[in-house]
């Protein structure tokens, strides 16, 4: 693998920029409003804390910082996936680089940029952008630590950006525990877990934990309650079945199929020789191939959503594409079609809310860009209602969190919505920890939105008359429609 090289670094780094550039330019025109997910880590961004109900607090900071820049629209919010996920790129590039060589490289990058995946990860602004990139990042520079005489340095810089990942999701915890076990089982490094450069590392690991879970020891440990939630279920066996054919799905669509079946066939494959792997494949398959086996025996037990193994595709990836290059030389003309494939796959996830915004298509069953459609068109209706009443010293109630939260976002002026919660001992989402009016409401009137057909006798306890307003249809093509009913509920008496 010494052989010239075709693309140095000079060249992808002006390509990527490029790939920047588009992204910006994509996520500014592209027909698909906020997704419900994005905006209720907006509206986190507006109370700054160190950890909220169910994830730690990275994106809503990236939020505010995004949006005080630009300010409060869906460009500004989308703005750090686009770069994030641009970047991790960048990240794998160099990381396959200091393994391989920059050919080499090259193809292991675009295997990851080429992806559904990646699309996503750069248009829609979630936890997985500044997750997938801080904790690439952190692999980075760990290597550096090891392959390197400089390793306090690259150890310090790998523990800031581990650091920086727990404080985007919880899956980099179990790097606090595979980074061990890595040194662990290689004997010649085994003095490194006794370095200052490690030492710092963990340090600064567990500095960053301790936020979110100081968080949580103040708001009754909801984050470990919401968590255990997913892993307390026993499906039955058909369901089980179901769930691991739906994430084997998953993952061949996000990856691609040509790309999927390398990626596992040759973690597999890596189970069986790893004894014989050298550092390099020792380390990749360590945080990629291990955890992606992991999951996929998880899905015999319970659902798994697609993106969970989002952080663990990097090094996959670049485990996968040097074992071919350097053990499976037949399998490379089934990696350069899996390339040609995958730019397909990537110009039609691109295409997709182009094509579905046309007005016979939007709504239907197969219209994967529904959650993205018709909440301006809610707001804008609610504000006709909602600007009568607006000098009034009035709140807004309603029950769902992405009506709550797509509202907050569309509305002008963003006003504060409260919800309602029907059951105190069971915390639900982030409202619900920010709780309900207080007593500064007493006697105050709501203007209160809910989905059609919602009961809400029960809230008559909490208002002295509740009239209904008007019935809102929001229509999301010839298919489809969202179904609310706004009330107007006088004199309000507190709900607790």
């Excluded at 663990?312 to 040609?340: H, M, S, V």
Aim: aromatic residues 18%; glycine residues 6%.
């Amino acid at each position: 693998m010494n052989q010239k090289s075709v693309f140095p670094i000079s060249k992808v780094c002006c390509f990527l920029f490029l790939v920047f550039i588009f992204r910006l330019a994509y996520i500014y025109v592209a027909p698909m409003q906020l997704v419900p997910d994005e905006a209720y880590y907006f509206d986190w961004s507006r109370h700054l804390d160190i950890g909220y109900y169910s994830k730690p607090p990275m994106v809503a900071w990236l939020n505010f910082i995004s949006t005080h820049v630009f300010g409060v629209n869906e460009f500004a919010v989308r703005f750090f996936a686009a770069l994030l996920g641009t970047a991790s790129v960048a990240v794998v590039y160099l990381l396959a680089k200091d393994m391989f060589d920059e050919n080499m490289a090259f193809f292991t990058g675009a295997m990851a940029l080429f992806t559904p995946a990646n699309c996503a990860l750069s248009f829609i602004m979630t936890i997985d952008p500044p997750l997938v990139f801080f904790g690439t990042l952190a692999l980075y520079f760990l290597w550096k630590a090891i392959d390197s005489s400089k390793d306090l340095i690259y150890f310090t810089l790998s523990g800031l950006c581990t650091g920086l990942a727990i404080l985007s999701k919880q899956m980099m915890i179990l790097y606090l525990i595979l980074v061990p076990l890595f040194f662990v089982f290689n004997k010649d490094l085994r003095h490194k877990l006794q370095s200052p450069g490690f030492i710092i590392f963990i340090v600064f690991s567990l500095c960053a934990l301790f936020l979110p879970i100081y968080w949580n020891y103040q708001h009754g440990w909801v984050t470990l309650q919401e968590n255990l939630h997913h892993l307390s279920k026993n499906p039955s066996l058909i369901k089980t079945m179901q769930s691991f054919f739906e994430y084997i799905g998953g993952q061949l669509m996000l990856i691609t199929p040509i790309f999927g079946f390398i990626v596992y066939y040759s973690i597999f494959k890596g189970l069986y020789e790893f004894k014989n792997f050298d550092l390099r494949y020792k380390f990749l398959f360590i945080f990629g191939g291990v955890p992606l086996i992991l999951f996929i025996l998880g899905s015999l037990k319970q659902r798994i959503n697609a993106n969970w193994p989002a952080l663990f595709y990097p090094p996959a990836l670049i485990f996968a594409a040097g074992y071919i290059y350097e053990y499976k030389k037949d399998l490379l003309r089934l990696l350069n079609t899996g390339l040609t494939i995958a730019y397909v796959f990537v110009f039609l996830t691109y295409i997709t809310p182009f094509v579905f915004s046309i007005d016979t298509l939007s709504g239907l069953k197969i219209d994967p860009t529904t959650r993205g459609k018709g909440w301006k068109e809610l707001a804008q209706q609610f504000d006709k209602i909602y600007s009568n009443y607006v000098k009034k010293d009035i709140f807004i109630l309603s029950e769902r969190r992405d009506t709550i939260s797509e509202l907050a976002f569309y509305l002008p002026d963003h006003p504060y919505i409260y919800k309602w919660d029907r059951n105190r001992d069971v915390v639900k989402d982030q409202y619900e920890v920010w709780g309900g009016p207080d007593k500064g409401y007493i006697e105050k009137d709501s203007l209160m939105i809910f989905k059609k057909k919602t009961d809400i006798r029960s809230l008559n306890a909490f208002f002295k008359t509740i009239n209904k307003i008007k019935d809102i249809k929001i229509k999301i093509g010839k298919n489809s429609s969202r179904n609310y009913s706004v009330y107007l509920g006088k004199g309000f008496k507190g709900f607790y």
